[in-house]
């Protein structure tokens, strides 16, 4: 799904162009405060599942 999501803007798709924006949400205090608004930790599981899901492709 967020790969369907990136595609929306994305000429092409790369997973190392996707892999970077995913390492963003925890590298990046502001992606890591948005995600972690809610539930502590949602930025870095964010990450791993979409980690998971990019390696598969």
């Given at each position: 799904?967020?790969?369907?999501?990136?595609?929306?803007?994305?000429?092409?798709y790369s997973k190392e162009k996707?892999?970077?924006?995913?390492?963003?949400?925890?590298?990046?205090?502001?992606?890591?405060?948005?995600?972690?608004?809610?539930?502590r930790g949602c930025a870095?599981?964010?990450?791993?599942?979409?980690?998971?899901?990019?390696?598969?492709?």
């Amino acid at each position: 799904m967020h790969k369907d999501w990136l595609g929306m803007t994305w000429k092409s798709y790369s997973k190392e162009k996707h892999l970077g924006i995913v390492n963003m949400y925890v590298m990046d205090e502001r992606f890591t405060a948005y995600y972690d608004k809610e539930i502590r930790g949602c930025a870095e599981f964010l990450r791993k599942s979409a980690v998971y899901w990019i390696e598969k492709l």
